[in-house]
């Protein structure tokens, strides 16, 4: 760490760096945080991190490279926002430099590479999250306290999915040999994970029905739990309509979430526990992921100041690629695999 002065008696000084279109969202969270001040923005292409910097923070310094930012801004903690190949790298000069960490999910576009991050990231001095907010969403936190009250009963069958109607923005993501499953699908896997606990098994098929991206754009994966099965549908399209929903039913209740898993438009949320509809309510989408990644960036700032423990730790979402990748070997043999 940074150890000018005790973090209780100064803001934290904060850089980001990778400021392509997810940098907005992250950027509007770190504003609402009193404790960070953001002091430097990075970027490869130096002309988005002013924009970004004009947009968000315009006392913040501008760099092209990682390498310059850490020597001469010695940040107390780097949000690496760039795309999954550099992580590796990014995040080993950001934990060397004596920062605390967040890293973009998903940690590398690889099994093996992911590892060696995730070693990067739990060495001994290094505070580590990786930024992997869809579990914070407003409304599947009312599904996990649901489920902990014991509203739900014990969750049998869980169906998550997302269908947005564009391409990805980010070039990398167009021209990756893994497509929308490690990008988004990844996202739906730590859901299930954090209201189920760990799968044992998946079948999962995966089809290229999107002209403009070089992996897969449409993915079905079934995974086998105790107890219960969970369905992950998940898609690129190129379409006029986006779709997404979340149903949960257990043996005393269901949760049911219906509309986008992004930004856009209103969203119904429906808990229901035996015969009677306990919460009805549409929820405004932006708002929902708005709040998911301040309240990520919330908890890590917390963890910092001793007052929380981080949620997703580098160990945790390894746990979340493992069964991501597991489904990637069925998509590969035709067949059910273990995780």
Known sequence: MSAQEPYERRPLRGALFGCGMISEYH????????????????????????????EFCPGAAVYGSLTELLERERPDLVDILSAPEAHEEHCRQAAEAGAAVICQKPL?????????????LSAPGVV???????????????VLEAHRS??????RFLRIEHFNATSPAEPYKLTSPTGVWLEYGSHLVDMMRALLGEPTRVLAQGYRVS????????????????????????????????QGSLLAIGDEGEAWFEGTMTRCGATRFRLVHRQSVVLDETRDA????????????????DA????????????????TLRAVFAAYRSMESGTLVPV
């Open 27 to 54: 950027l509007r969270a770190w504003a609402r945080i009193p404790e960070v001040q953001i002091v430097a923005l990075g970027n490869r292409t130096v002309e988005k991190a002013e924009r970004r910097r004009r």
């Open 108 to 120: 590398a576009a690889d099994w093996d590479a992911a590892l060696r991050v995730a070693e990067v």
């Open 128 to 142: 580590a999250a990786v930024h992997e907010n869809h579990r914070y969403r407003p409304w599947f936190r009312r």
């Open 150 to 155: 014991g509203l739900l009963g014990r969750v």
């Open 211 to 242: 002209r403009s991206i070089a992996g897969e754009s449409l993915v079905a994966a079934q995974y086998q739990l105790d107890g219960a099965t969970a369905s992950i549908e998940v898609g690129w399209k190129e379409s006029a309509l986006t």
């Open 286 to 301: 932006m708002a929902d992921y708005n709040e998911s990644f301040y309240l990520l960036e919330r908890e890590f700032i």
């Open 304 to 319: 910092l100041k001793g007052a929380a423990t981080i949620t997703q730790t580098p160990a945790e979402h390894l746990a």
